[in-house]
């Protein structure tokens, strides 16, 4: 356990009681699970501490073990666009639990969802279910190579795309946040196909496809990158990586894992007007569940197995607890236009933040596109990696334990991105500013 610098005996003794549980729970982790975590972002290894365990959870809200309150901006890395364990979806999960764990049998639930991710994102003519982000993307990627007998190719420094060995080249997320941003384990030949870029600068790609004439299969992006912190794409930047794609038939896949179906009803490609080859989703159309999916145009998805000679396959792939909670999740979102309330809560939230953050003594940048937000502790304009690494990482975490110890739980990296669900009230929000100006008048 570590304690802050100063702390009194009083303060240590309830630090201790705060945490008690979760100390035993942690200590018993790190004996059988590595790094005492099942993701390294949990580790709060970017925030100098232990985490803490968690209890239950129910709308914005989540319980520690040891009983302790927070709000939660982190949603579970993003799924819980309607707050923790919505009543419709548990009762959907129920119901479906009822009818059949799983199937390895096609279900009608599975044609439910093709036919909503279709209807909702044109760009996706057909697509096919998996169980996580990681699974999506690792299957653009391949599909994308199948389809165009290339081996190369472009990212952009700081985009995350899951553990993809392909990917795992300068990427973002817990990849970052533990300062390797590439892996142990990712053989030389595939950094050598694999060419990683600065996010926003539309030379470089030019030059990248001039140098690798005929060799590039694809170019993949987060549309809006909100793994190395959440910054946004420059005016044209996408529609020139569309039109770069074009004219050397290369693929343009969007990885819409966190964006698709939180920034609006089709997702960041709704928003920029930009119709990718192939997107890769997760998180929110999963309800919670493990889900991950990969879509895009037929004749593209028609090389996959079995009718075509990319193969691709999963056990649990549709897995109907997850349709179950995926379709009602999207469904109720549309029902209640929840991106109308997200878009209005995140700008009620912005207001209240940039004036918590008039009072602050340190440079500080503060981003926001709907429902995600990123408080950089650097001055702007951040629009890359690069920009965004000039963050202060140690006053980052003086912050975010002042914020945590005043029941406001934010990622516990400064290269992730803040999530507001349509389970946040006004109070939360209003409450979350107020512990924002204290926090930031403490550093
Ligand atoms: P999963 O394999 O973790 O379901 O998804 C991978 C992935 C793909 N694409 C994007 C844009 C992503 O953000 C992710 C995963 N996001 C991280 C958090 N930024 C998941 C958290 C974690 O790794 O524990």
Request: aromatic share 8%; charged share 25%; hydrophobic share 40%.
């Amino acid at each position: 356990m570590q304690f802050g610098v100063g702390r009194s005996t009083l303060d240590v003794r309830r630090f201790v009681s705060l945490t008690f549980r979760s100390s035993q729970l942690f200590r018993a982790a790190l004996k059988r699970i590595p790094g005492g975590v099942n993701s390294p972002v949990r580790a709060f290894g970017h925030v100098g501490a232990d985490p803490f365990f968690i209890e239950r959870a129910k709308g914005a809200k989540i319980w520690d073990v040891d009983g302790n309150e927070y709000i939660d901006y982190v949603g579970s890395w993003g799924p819980t666009i309607l707050g923790h364990a919505p009543k419709i979806i548990v009762d959907a999960v129920r119901e479906a639990a009822e009818r059949g764990l799983t199937f390895g049998i096609p279900n009608p639930l599975e044609v439910e969802m093709a036919e909503l991710i279709c209807k909702w994102m044109p760009s996706i003519e057909k697509v096919r279910m998996v169980n996580s982000g990681t699974e999506a993307t690792m299957s653009c990627i391949r599909l994308a190579r199948g389809f165009t007998g290339r081996n190369k190719i472009i990212k952009f420094d700081g985009c995350y795309h899951g553990h993809v060995d392909a990917l795992l080249v300068k990427s973002g997320s817990g990849a970052l946040t533990h300062g390797r941003p590439d892996s142990a384990g990712v053989p030389e030949a595939f950094v050598d196909l694999t060419i990683s870029l600065p996010f926003n600068n539309s030379d470089l790609v030019r030059q990248a496809f001039h140098e690798n004439r005929d060799q590039i299969a694809a170019i993949i992006l987060e549309p809006i990158p909100a793994n190395a912190g959440l910054y946004l794409p420059r005016k044209d930047f996408l529609s020139i990586l569309c039109e770069e794609c074009k004219k050397h038939a290369a693929l343009l896949i969007f990885d819409e894992v966190i964006t698709g179906f939180r920034l609006a009803r089709g997702g960041a490609q709704e928003i920029y007007g930009i119709k990718p080859d192939l997107s890769a989703l997760g998180k929110v159309i999963g309800g919670g569940l493990p889900v991950g999916a990969f879509g895009g145009r037929a004749e593209i998805m028609d090389q996959l197995s079995p009718d075509g000679p990319v193969y691709q396959a999963g056990t649990l792939s549709g897995n109907p607890l997850a349709m179950a909670a995926g379709l009602t999740q999207l469904r109720e979102l549309e029902r209640i236009d929840g991106w109308k309330a997200l878009e209005e809560l995140g700008r009620r939230f912005e207001t209240l933040v940039r004036d918590a953050m008039g009072t602050a003594k340190m440079n500080l940048t503060f981003h926001r596109i709907g429902s995600m937000f990123c408080l950089f502790f650097a001055s702007g304009p951040i629009v890359d990696l690069a920009t965004a690494q000039q963050s202060d990482l140690k006053m980052f975490a003086k912050f975010f334990h002042a914020c945590l110890k005043r029941g406001v739980y934010f990622a516990p990296s400064q290269f992730e991105t803040g999530f507001i669900s349509t389970a946040h009230t006004l109070e939360d929000i209003e409450r979350t500013a107020e512990v924002m100006r204290e926090a930031l008048r403490e550093l």
